[in-house]
T-cell receptor, first 112, second 111 residues
């Protein structure tokens, strides 16, 4: 069975401070990991995926298979980063069929 | 491009009734997945449709069923509604194997 754990329901940081949103996963195979974000009154949208190894809006996330973690980081928080963040794991069958499992989400609040 | 569209936006039903929710995928996408999001929780995977067939299913009872049409649009049907089925139902479309694009959801309230 696959599971995604986000231990913090709420994370409050001051503007300019570093941000780290924690995500741990449980899966016996080779998963694909994602971060999705939901800004106020907007739909859930992809922020980044581990296979892209890119930085989006200053955020990065590194897959650590030894610690089964995929923490989201940003060196300097901005007010516009305030949103709900979901870590997600995709475990597919052959043929590309996906079962994507989401964590419970962490609300990031950036204090001006 | 309107992206993923869902209808209706809100729905109120009574216990025991049946409901149908609809989803039009983003242009060019061929795969539709449905999720249930209870208050304060992350989205929970219900099932995924590709080429008009259910390809993957989460831990939901048979009361939850779906359909995908030749134009890739999809319906989610829930029979014998329970109070616990009250939630936001999200549709997500994608190309097979690519990241999900979500709609705004349908808020279902069962009384």
């Amino acid at each position: 069975a696959q599971r995604v754990t986000q231990p913090e329901k709420l994370l409050s940081v001051f503007k300019g401070a570093p941000v780290e949103l924690k995500c741990n996963y449980s899966y016996s195979g080779s998963p694909e990991l994602f971060w999705y974000v939901q800004y106020s009154r907007q739909r859930l949208q992809l922020l980044l995926r581990h296979i892209s190894r890119e930085s989006i809006k200053g955020f990065t996330a590194d897959l650590n298979k030894g610690e089964t973690s995929f923490h989201l980081k940003k060196p300097f928080a901005q007010e516009e980063d305030s949103a709900m963040y979901y870590c997600a794991l995709s475990a597919g069958k052959s043929g590309g069929y996906q079962k994507v499992t989401f964590g419970t989400g962490t609300k990031l609040q950036v204090i001006p | 491009d309107a992206g993923v569209t869902q209808s209706p936006t809100h729905l109120i039903k009574t216990r025991g009734q049946q409901v149908t929710l609809r989803c039009s995928p983003k242009s060019g996408h061929d795969t539709v997945s449905w999720y249930q999001q209870a208050l304060g929780q992350g989205p929970q995977f219900i099932f995924q449709y590709y080429e008009e067939e259910e390809r993957q299913r989460g831990n939901f009872p048979d009361r939850f069923s779906g359909h995908q049409f030749p134009n890739y649009s999809s319906e989610l049907n829930v029979n014998a509604l329970l109070l616990g089925d009250s939630a936001l139902y999200l549709c997500a479309s994608s190309l097979l194997g690519s990241p999900l694009h979500f709609g705004n959801g349908t808020r279902l309230t069962v009384t």
